[in-house]
């Protein structure tokens, strides 16, 4: 793209001008006026808003509003799409250095760092610095730190082609903004916020428990102590970030610390704040009309002055928060990964952190991407609010039947207030702005925006949520509460009314799924096992919900709980839910639950595993859901929607009307989509319900499912045909330690032969070729869980054991000890692989496969090689298999089922793979023998072929004539 005239114009101006323009008269202003705001004009940004669009939805926000340690300042401008801030601009006039002055460089970085913002821009016209702001900034980081390009104002015209590609308006709603965020990672070992945020929570979380626990005697029990710890917590952040709003005053925890006696002084803090907030979250008498229970247990707590200081420290500059400015839904997200941990108390009477055990088996807290919280909530809360007057909108009742740290709430929440503001926008704003309870109020920079007491009300009337955590239970409250103060910037504005809901009514703590009759028929209850099962009684809970019928939304995203872990309540799920099956996980019955809760005309939709689809527990999910109005099914296949784990999610919507059974099917081959919605829109098809099969439900379309009944005759899919036995390869979690090359082996056997024992061939996905043998010089040193524990007869110093009997991959592994012992997935011991029930396999004639190929690429492995994940291994000699798996038939359909990947790649994983149609030889037949004896003959030529090494080009165009025939 060639620069615009007006970019040609502005240099020569500047070059014309530049000592004028240099000098300390010319100033910030006047710079934006006369440069910048043209500059951005140019890349197609609309500077000022001459389309129109409501303050909430102009394309850029000139001084943003910002309060730092009591001093006003605000980015220059904040560059949107829709909603959503992409970018900052920070304007210096052109006599500041921006090339090598600090104070500019972490001013930026300290206001894009606390928005979440990864990439941001400073600049006098005069030289242009973009950085990169995912790393947490220090105040005494160089100007070059975090700075990804710099352009003098002589280059713009020449690589004006490179800045819009990134910054125009164009590239940034096409995404190309956010791919070159994404690949510039910055500084190694540095951190996001929400990771900064965690770590410093979390200290909080271990000096707490342990002082309260060494200090209170009286604290009984585990329940009381992760009460105490997370209520002291969520007060100090939620008085800290409305100080920074400007709701409380400067710095009251900072001026605790002068003298003695903190925590007293915290408490009196707390109970100023239950009368002026109103929250559960301050709630330490009992008041009428409120059924909560009062705490009277956290403010006679013992806390000491060393710890409250050292938390204090850590929320006042010089760290660099600036509170106001984090997203509420990036503490929830904070908070999820928070919520993974627990803290036991010892017999000792000391506490211990956790992971929790369901969190452990999952494999990590996984928070639900904001894109995919949008989208459920835009096709479900959206397509009801169609049509309605905020009278209308007050009656709808919202639910997230396992809320979590409130991510869908807060979706929901976000999408009524934006809702009310258009709504009453465009009906006589001035008229709802108007008499003792108006809707709306004049916002910062023009336009109208909510009053707090209508948010309230809006909170109050439609938000509801059940957890059986009760410390996600506040947490979603918290974030629901920060939510309603989020537009506040000034004691002044909130009147003098008590400020917030108390949310008691709303979120509740239970299990979704058990009810009372739990216990049916049991004279006596154990308390714990009471407590563990947190029966929750949904009628008796929301009287007025379910007098009107249920819900009109159910929304979430229900936990993967694995049926190993679901113990004996698996004979309640079979006594009270029509989708039992007694290898069932347990968003099965959140989906039969959530339905079940829907009132006439409403709207469900979960996103879950897609697993029910296709395996045989699904196949009384599958044969209820045929009675129910599916609405659509989006299927993202093994695709990372969730960050760092391959969960198969789908989403699933369900509407309570008669089924008119033609859902919209969707199945996403690729996440580099700019819109959800626009995809879905152009990429879904229409199928009839009815012809979905009870054994498994194919989502393609009806021309295609023809050919593939047609493959399925008399075959069985690869995993029916294998008897499920394919299985993915080694991971090591830390590959650079474990998996070494041909020189490093043969130093480590020339050392310590013994070496030999544990040093394996090694293949990796780009090493495996059709019918080809791989050319590989990797090895693995294996070293399974259990291994030392056996070998070493529980010696009780193993890693001496260890090294005195493999001291040559002893001295190997031991600088890699840390980085080993912090994978989630290790052995016993730092040096030992994670748990594998399948390592025998590896030693087999097998065939295997990369994870991605432009056409199928499988191999017969004879050599006993190990093979790296996520390559995939079937412990089977069987030639006729391999040549199936090699064929056209296979290719077509992977390339229909699969996820596609850019330069004409599929994703070859087990999901897919294990649908391929497997014709089953009947060996009665002499025709249907003969066919089988023909490909194993051509595949064991292919494979002989393979072998041979060609000396000259004659022998190799030979050899590739042979092939491509023999193919």
């Not at 730092?68 to 052109?94: C, L, M, N, Q, T």
């Not at 800290?240 to 002068?258: A, V």
């Not at 056997?749 to 090493?767: A, M, Q, T």
Request: include cysteine; hydrophobic fraction near 35%; charged fraction near 25%.
């Amino acid at each position: 793209m060639p620069a615009p005239e007006t970019i040609h114009q502005l240099v020569a101006r500047f070059e014309e001008n530049r000592a004028a323009y240099r000098s300390g008269k010319y100033n910030e202003a006047q710079l934006r006026q006369e440069f910048l705001d043209k500059f951005f004009e140019a890349l197609g940004w609309d500077i000022y808003n001459k389309n129109g669009f409501s303050p909430e939805y102009r394309d850029v926000v000139i001084e943003d509003s910002l309060q730092i340690e009591g001093a006003s300042k605000a980015p220059d401008y904040a560059f949107k799409i829709g909603k959503e801030r992409k970018f900052y601009v920070e304007a210096k006039k052109p006599s500041v250095d921006i090339k090598g002055d600090i104070h500019p460089a972490y001013q930026l970085r300290r206001y894009a760092w606390n928005a979440h913002l990864p990439l941001s821009i400073l600049t006098d016209f005069e030289e242009l610095a973009v950085y990169n702001c995912k790393n947490k900034p220090n105040p005494g980081d160089s100007a070059a730190t975090g700075r990804d390009k710099f352009y003098c104002y002589t280059e713009y015209v020449e690589k004006w082609d490179e800045i819009a590609g990134i910054f125009s308006r164009d590239a940034v709603w096409k995404g190309s903004f956010d791919r070159f965020a994404e690949s510039s990672k910055g500084k190694k070992g540095t951190t996001e916020v929400d990771d900064a945020i965690l770590g410093d929570i979390e200290s909080w979380r271990k000096l707490l428990a342990l002082n309260i626990a060494l200090r209170n005697p009286q604290v009984a029990d585990e329940r009381q102590l992760n009460y105490a710890v997370q209520m002291t917590i969520d007060r100090i952040l939620f008085l800290r970030i409305c100080e920074d709003r400007g709701i409380e005053p400067e710095e009251q925890f900072k001026n605790m610390t002068s003298r003695p006696g903190i925590y007293a002084r915290m408490v009196e803090l707390f109970r100023r704040a239950d009368m002026k907030y109103n929250s559960g979250l301050f709630h330490f008498s009992e008041e009428k009309g409120n059924d909560s229970a009062a705490d009277t247990f956290t403010p006679g707590l013992s806390i000491d002055d060393k710890v409250l200081k050292e938390i204090i420290a850590s929320i006042y500059y010089p760290c660099p928060y600036i509170f106001k400015e984090i997203p509420v839904e990036i503490l929830g997200q904070v908070y999820e990964q928070f919520l993974g941990k627990v803290i036991r108390l010892t017999p000792g009477h000391t506490a211990k952190i956790d992971l929790k055990p369901e969190v452990r088996k999952a494999g990590g807290v996984y928070y639900t991407p904001k894109y995919i919280v949008e989208y459920i909530v835009a096709n479900t809360v959206g397509r009801l609010l169609e049509g309605k007057t905020p009278a209308e909108a007050a009656e709808l009742k919202i639910v997230d039947p396992a809320c979590g740290s409130g991510s869908f709430l807060l979706g929901a929440y976000q999408h009524l207030l934006d809702w009310h503001v258009k709504w009453y926008t465009e009906h006589d704003p001035e008229k709802w702005a108007k008499g003792r309870s108006p809707a709306l109020m004049a916002a910062n920079g023009g336009g109208w925006k909510l009053t707090t007491a209508r948010m309230k009300e809006i909170l109050v009337n439609n938000i509801h949520g059940v957890d059986i955590d009760a410390q996600a239970v506040e947490v979603t409250k918290l974030s629901l509460l920060l939510k309603v103060l989020e537009e506040e910037s000034g004691q002044l504005s909130l009147g003098l009314e008590r400020v917030l809901p108390d949310l008691g009514r709303n979120i509740h703590c239970g299990n979704s799924l058990i009810g009372e009759d739990y216990f049916e028929g049991q004279l006596t209850v154990d308390e714990k096992e009471r407590e563990r099962v947190n029966p929750f009684e949904w009628s008796r809970v929301f009287p007025d919900v379910f007098a009107k019928g249920g819900f009109d939304v159910v929304i979430g995203n229900p936990p993967y709980v694995r049926q190993e872990a679901l113990g004996n309540d698996k004979q309640y799920f079979q006594k009270h839910y029509q989708v039992y099956a007694g290898t069932a996980d347990l968003y099965s019955y959140f989906i039969e639950k959530g339905v079940s809760l829907l009132a006439p005309g409403g709207q469900f939709s979960y996103i879950v595993a897609n697993k029910w689809m296709r395996a045989n527990y699904g196949e009384a999910l599958r044969k209820w859901l045929k009675t129910k109005c599916i609405e659509e099914i989006t299927d993202f296949g093994d695709l990372p929607v969730f960050e760092n784990a391959t969960t198969y999610p789908c989403i699933i919507k369900i509407s309570n009307h008669t089924p008119h059974l033609q859902p919209q099917i969707t199945v996403i081959k690729t996440l580099t989509f700019t819109n959800l919605q626009d995809y879905v829109k152009n990429e879904g098809i229409k199928l009839d319900q009815l012809k979905f099969s009870d054994s498994g439900w194919s989502l393609v379309d009806e021309n295609i499912q023809k050919i593939f009944d047609k493959l399925a005759l008399h075959a069985e899919p690869l995993e029916k045909y294998v008897k499920g036995k394919i299985f993915r390869g080694v991971l090591t979690g830390l590959n650079e330690a474990f998996v070494i090359d041909q020189t490093t082996r043969d130093r480590l056997i020339l050392e310590d032969p013994k070496s030999n024992e544990l040093i394996k061939p090694f293949l990796i996905g780009k090493d495996i070729k059709r019918y080809k043998p791989p050319e590989s010089e990797r090895y693995l040193i294996l070293i399974p869980r259990g291994w030392t524990k056996e070998k070493s007869k529980n010696s009780t110093n193993a890693w001496r054991w260890f090294q005195q009997n493999y001291l040559a991959i002893a001295k190997h592994l031991e600088p890699f000890s840390l980085a080993a012992a912090k994978r989630f997935d290790k052995g016993d011991y730092w040096w030992e692989l994670r748990s594998c029930g399948y390592y025998e396999e590896f030693k087999k004639t097998k065939i295997t496969w990369g994870n991605l190929a432009t056409t199928p690429k499988f191999y017969i492995d004879y050599d006993r090689y190990y093979i790296n994940a996520p390559s995939v291994i079937i412990a089977s000699s069987d030639l006729y298999l391999l040549g199936i798996l090699n064929s056209k038939v296979c290719y077509y359909v992977i390339s229909h089922i699969a996820a596609g990947r850019q330069g004409g790649f599929f994703e070859y994983k087990p999901v897919y793979v294990s649908k391929v149609p497997i014709y089953i030889i009947d060996f009665s037949k002499p025709a249907e023998v003969k066919i089988h004896d023909r490909m194993v003959a051509l595949v064991d030529r292919m494979l002989d072929l393979y072998k041979r090494t060609p000396s000259t080009p004659q022998e190799q165009e030979r050899l590739t004539r042979d092939i491509a025939s023999t193919d």
